[in-house]
T-cell receptor, first 113, second 114 residues
Framework: ETGVTQTPRHLVMGMTNKKSLKCEQHLGHNAMYWYKQSAKKPLELMFVYNFKEQTENNSVPSRFSPECPNSSHLFLHLHTLQPEDSALYLC????????????FGPGTRLTVT | EDKVVQSPLSLVVHEGDTVTLNCSYEVTNFRSLLWYKQEKKAPTFLFMLTSSGIEKKSGRLSSILDKKELFSILNITATQTGDSAVYLCAAPGGYQGGSEKLVFGKGTKLTVNP
């Protein structure tokens, strides 16, 4: 059984499209994260959810909208994106109070045309 | 088992002091070492180090990696109260349950007093 899964693995969308990225964790964790990784740049933390409550929003543009319906699922809704939003979007989870280890999903490679 | 060990676990200094934080690591298939600063819930990225002996610098912060001795240091010069935070060192570890694990150290809690 995999720990953190993400779908789709690849996504190509136009600037006027609306799409959603999905993340699911099977590790019983209570915190989930969205990261953005652009080419030749380090991981950028976008959103943090702890017990389904958003606790961090690192000045992310409103065209990215997260949703956490329960502690196992996390979505990232996308609309009217820009070409510079093309990147690898990684989801991670961790168990708060048991160190800082974060388990990452395989990522969604997003291309905005 | 992959592990990252930081020292000291806590440090209290006065403004203007220079501090050195230590991080040693044992990970399989080492690729990079990362430093983060955590003031609230989530860590903010500081540096990523992949090559030995090349100093990364950002303002008063600098960091260097020694891949032979398996450690890294983070230096902060002329500390300010705003530098008070937990500083985390992390390295990508192996795969578990199909997911890549980012192994963090326990962090060094730095308190800078006026």
């Amino acid at each position: 059984e995999t720990g953190v899964t993400q779908t789709p693995r690849h996504l190509v969308m136009g600037m006027t499209n609306k799409k959603s990225l999905k993340c699911e964790q099977h590790l019983g964790h209570n915190a989930m994260y969205w990261y953005k990784q652009s080419a030749k740049k380090p991981l950028e933390l976008m959103f943090v959810y702890n017990f389904k409550e958003q606790t961090e929003n690192n000045s992310v543009p409103s065209r990215f909208s997260p949703e956490c319906p329960n502690s196992s699922h996390l979505f990232l809704h996308l609309h009217t994106l820009q070409p510079e939003d093309s990147a690898l979007y990684l989801c991670a989870s961790s168990q708060e109070g048991q160190g800082f280890e974060q388990y990452f999903g395989p990522g969604t490679r997003l291309t905005v045309t | 088992e992959d592990k990252v060990v930081q020292s000291p676990l806590s440090l209290v200094v006065h403004e203007g002091d220079t501090v050195t934080l230590n991080c040693s690591y044992e990970v399989t298939n080492f690729r990079s070492l990362l430093w983060y600063k955590q003031e609230k819930k989530a860590p903010t990225f500081l540096f990523m180090l992949t090559s030995s002996g090349i100093e990364k610098k950002s303002g008063r912060l600098s960091s260097i990696l020694d891949k032979k001795e398996l450690f890294s240091i983070l230096n902060i010069t002329a500390t300010q109260t705003g530098d008070s935070a937990v500083y985390l060192c992390a390295a990508p570890g192996g795969y578990q349950g199909g997911s890549e694990k980012l192994v963090f150290g326990k962090g060094t809690k730095l308190t800078v007093n006026p």
